[in-house]
């Protein structure tokens, strides 16, 4: 099994850093990207790191990673509650999925607390801020070894 992973990023996290600071953080999404690199390396993952405020996007990298990618990790952000067309694109990819949210949506809006993207991820990780795309990557880097044992 391929230890790439795509690491897919939804609507508005290209203003990480600067968007509500008090929720998100003040670390920008190249600050997560940087850490996501270091720690790919340590667990010999490779890793495509995209962000896009286009629905469609997010749709065509998970179709290209269903030909070439061991797992995807992915922040749908505002996706998560809305996108049926996500999750269609995310059930036909064959490796593990593991969502990732900054902030604990639990504890936000009740709007939030729906994800279209959960009836599919093999896990979800959220209220971790930024450090739970590096959890996301080291729980794919196991599933992708108990997959190739």
Same mark, same amino acid.
């Given at each position: 099994?391929?230890?790439?992973?795509?690491?897919?990023?939804?609507?508005?996290?290209?203003?990480?850093?600067?968007?509500?600071?008090?929720?998100?953080?003040?670390?920008?999404?190249? +600050?997560?990207?940087?850490?996501?690199? %270091?720690?790919?390396?340590?667990?010999?993952? +490779?890793?495509?790191?995209?962000?896009?405020?286009?629905?469609?996007?997010?749709?065509?990298?998970?179709?290209?990673?269903?030909?070439?990618? &061991?797992?995807?990790?992915?922040?749908?952000?505002?996706?998560?509650?809305?996108?049926?067309?996500?999750?269609?694109?995310?059930?036909?990819?064959? &490796?593990?999925?593991?969502?990732?949210?900054?902030?604990?949506?639990? %504890?936000?809006?009740?709007?939030?607390?729906?994800?279209?993207?959960?009836?599919?991820?093999?896990?979800?990780?959220? &209220?971790?801020?930024?450090?739970?795309?590096?959890?996301?990557?080291?729980?794919?880097?196991?599933?992708?070894?108990? %997959?190739?044992?």
């Amino acid at each position: 099994m391929s230890r790439l992973v795509y690491v897919l990023n939804g609507p508005n996290l290209n203003l990480l850093g600067k968007r509500q600071p008090h929720i998100y953080g003040h670390e920008t999404l190249a +600050d997560v990207e940087a850490e996501c690199r %270091k720690v790919a390396d340590e667990l010999r993952l +490779d890793i495509q790191f995209h962000q896009s405020n286009r629905e469609y996007e997010i749709i065509d990298w998970v179709h290209e990673a269903r030909e070439v990618a &061991g797992g995807i990790a992915i922040n749908p952000a505002a996706f998560t509650h809305t996108s049926v067309a996500i999750l269609d694109a995310l059930n036909t990819f064959e &490796g593990p999925v593991i969502e990732i949210h900054i902030s604990n949506v639990h %504890k936000r809006e009740a709007f939030r607390h729906h994800s279209f993207v959960s009836t599919r991820a093999d896990g979800v990780i959220a &209220g971790f801020g930024t450090q739970g795309y590096t959890l996301a990557l080291r729980r794919l880097a196991r599933l992708i070894d108990e %997959k190739t044992s």
